[in-house]
């Protein structure tokens, strides 16, 4: 079944043969092993040696560190491994997707605001080419994903946006990147998100098109992957009942999510859009994965449905005993098996990773870190933020703002994340730096009914809300919540007719749903130092807006745009 002379493998005889062989030399917990592509943490050499040892995992995902540590245990892992490792990282936004020294290049929509695809190609090369760096060879990106409902919490920035022209266009810009640096792809997360409001981490979320709606968007752009020659999709906990039932012709039972699907993998995924590479799951301890079946049976039916790798663990031992008693008990069968680990031996051999290993560099020597928020990747990110930075809106004809006008500013940070002190540090400390005396907002007690609008009229000269709510799983809504006292803070904006009152948001582009009353409005998409200078400099006049927004900011309400 498995195509290995054609896209996206192109295997030599020579290859073919080391998969074949390979495969033949391996032991039954060899073989399973491969199926697992686990989060580690320990970063402990012995402790690293004994994982693939034991376990003989067949890639492996660390959560972003120090670049030198990071490289040094990719180093361990590879010089131990019997058959190179897939290892892999979140490259959504760069390099610091791996290294927590490197380039924060920005969110996918700051660069699709840019309306130019050389940035996404940028993205791609900055965020492989310094992945690489400390050993990174698998990227889990690009988000191929269509922002459609603005009330997701988890799609919004990370996407290229809502129109599936552009994000094809910024999606094979990224691809064409990744392959450049050596480092496979994998474009996510099938069938697709974007349309329900909820977040599949937390619950086996709903793709709810037609299957004509979904030929048109989604299936467009995975169509297009593949023919640009992604090596590997990372299928989602998001069930999609239409084409479920299509192929059984019924309406489905239950929802089943895409990982566990037979019709959505193998039906749609292989057989309708001919893709041969390789399929994993999205992160198996999310409760979209678990609420679909007991994990006993999950586990095992997720390869026997499909996939071929299973990415994390909820615990490990378990986890591989499961998948060894689903062989035993015939729900994973030998020829899926068989299936799954030669496919996932036919990536490592088409990105050149026997060669590399033979040759002893899997892993590059700590010169390599150099490229790490290097000269050239610093220029193309102050780039993408001075292209992609926009403004939503300015009815009131405020900008630019000026010392001499709006002197006394009260800022009011929203968001609730460890990145809010940098973020308001770095705001105040550049107004500072331009004459404007900024007073970070304080949360009132009921002192508050003794201030006055006359009071307050005589303070400030300007509220500055600076919407810091990141993209980020496990929240249900991603929404702006306010310190209020019976609507007598100074959080609200009630003051939206008595001084001057802007919003800038670093994250969510739809803040104005809740906060219309407010007439200029900015998206910068991320909270990157990039943005935070480019937003400096724009509404001080120095520069222009050039960004044009990939979603409706306005959320389809009239009321907005006033």
Partial sequence: ???????????????????????????????????????????????????????????????????????????????????????????????????????????????????????????????????????????????????????????????????????????????????????????????????????????????????????????????????????????????????????????????????????????????????????????????????????????????????????????MEEDFRFMRRGYEKGILSKERLEEAVKRILAVKASMGLIEKQKNKNLVPGPEALEILNCGLHDTWAKECADKGVTLVKDTQSLLPISPQKQKRILLEMMGDFPSNERVCSSFTEKLGREGFEVTVYEPEGFEVMEDSVTAFKERYDLVLYIGNVETASNKTVSRLNWHTMFGLGNNMPWMVHEVPVMFVSVGNPYHLLDAPMIKTYINGYCNSEYVIESVVEKILGRSSFKGVSPVDAFCGREDLTF
């Avoid at 079944?1 to 039954?28: A, C, G, N």
């Avoid at 660069?111 to 090369?125: F, H, I, P, T, W």
């Avoid at 999310?286 to 990415?311: H, K, Q, W, Y």
Wanted: aromatic letters at 10%; a negative charge.
């Fill in 1 to 315: 079944m498995i195509r290995y002379k054609e896209k996206p493998f192109y295997l030599t005889d020579e290859q073919v043969k080391w998969v074949h062989d390979t495969y033949d030399s391996m032991s039954f917990d060899e073989r399973i092993g491969q199926l697992f592509c686990p989060i580690v943490f320990t970063k402990n050499e012995n402790e690293l040696k004994e994982l693939v040892e034991t376990k003989h995992i067949g890639g492996m995902l660390y959560r972003e560190g120090p670049g030198e540590e990071i490289r040094q245990a990719h180093k361990v892992l590879q010089d131990t491994s019997k058959i190179p490792l897939l290892t892999a990282s979140n490259l959504e936004y760069g390099g610091n997707g791996s290294a927590i020294e490197g380039t924060y290049f920005g969110r996918e929509m700051l660069v699709a605001a840019s309306g130019d695809e050389k940035k996404a190609y940028q993205l791609g090369r900055v965020s492989c080419s310094e992945g690489a760096a400390v050993g990174v060879n698998w990227s889990f990106a690009p988000v191929v994903d269509l922002d459609f409902n603005y009330h997701n919490p988890i799609t919004n920035v990370r996407t290229f946006g809502s129109d599936t022209e552009t994000v094809i266009k910024m999606g094979k810009a990224y691809l064409e990147a990744a392959k450049e640096q050596g480092v496979a792809a994998s474009v996510k997360h099938f069938p697709g998100d974007g349309v329900d409001e909820r977040d599949q981490h937390l619950v086996t979320s709903v793709n709810s098109l037609s299957c004509a709606e979904w030929d048109e968007t989604y299936g467009k752009i995975y169509r297009e992957m593949i023919e640009a020659g992604t090596l590997t999709i990372m299928a989602a906990h998001i069930a999609m009942p239409a084409y479920e039932e299509y192929f059984d012709g019924k309406k489905p039972a239950k929802i089943i999510p895409a990982t566990l699907s037979p019709n959505l993998l193998k039906r749609l995924l292989r057989e309708k859009l001919g893709f041969n590479g390789l399929i994993s799951t999205d992160a198996t301890p999310m409760t979209g994965f678990c609420a679909a079946c007991d994990r006993e049976t999950a586990i095992p039916l997720s390869i026997e449905n499909g996939c071929d790798v299973i990415l994390f663990n909820r615990n």
